[in-house]
């Protein structure tokens, strides 16, 4: 981490409060819908700089109620910058997700950021725009996954590593993945055959 001295994380509360605070600020909503990977829906739009239209959808796979407080407290454990990013405005909420990672550390005001030096914290409140929200299962399953330009939303969690923690206590290793995979496989194979 490029940052100069200690970090001291807030706890989710505290940061929060800021958050909504900066937002009222900018004459955002501060009602909040928090979203993970799975709930993001990137397009190709033609008619878009860059062709690509960012969406997001919470119909086909729902966000948890207690999963903000498990990713953020997931990315307190490292020392890489943690960033609130709002996406834009949908139905008065304002869409929000969490990200973590070093790529942000080099994020100043001119890109968009408020930067918290000591908490390791930024916070990007964004532009005035509606975001879509998808609700054609069609559009979600063709929606672009690879082979885009990197975005800064990349470097957020999944509901799926909100699901290992949960079970597990942690993330879980690729190979631990594939390992829980065939189990899964073996027992649906084993409960045929009785």
């Not at 109620?65 to 953020?72: H, R, T, V, W």
């Not at 918290?116 to 532009?127: A, I, K, L, T, V």
């Amino acid at each position: 981490m490029n940052q100069a001295g200690i970090i001291s994380r807030p706890n989710l509360k505290d940061a929060l409060a800021v958050w909504n605070q900066l937002l009222a600020a900018t004459g955002h909503a501060t009602d909040l819908l928090w979203i993970f990977e799975e709930n993001l829906c990137f397009e190709k739009r033609p008619d878009l700089p860059g062709g690509l239209h960012i969406g997001f959808q919470t119909r086909f796979a729902p966000v948890p109620p207690d999963a903000l407080e498990i990713a953020y407290e997931h990315f307190c454990e490292s020392d890489a910058r943690l960033v609130f990013y709002r996406l834009g405005e949908s139905k008065g909420r304002s869409v929000c997700v969490l990200l973590g990672d070093a790529w942000f550390d080099e994020k100043q005001e001119s890109d968009g950021f408020v930067r918290r030096n000591e908490w390791g914290f930024s916070f990007h409140p964004g532009q005035r725009i509606e975001i879509e929200e998808v609700n054609d299962m069609r559009r979600w399953i063709r929606r672009i996954r690879r082979e885009r330009p990197l975005h800064d939303v990349d470097f957020c969690m999944t509901l799926a590593a909100v699901d290992e923690i949960q079970v597990h206590g942690r993330v879980l290793s690729a190979g631990e993945r594939y390992s829980e995979s065939m189990l899964g496989q073996l027992r649906r194979i084993f409960s045929h055959a009785n």
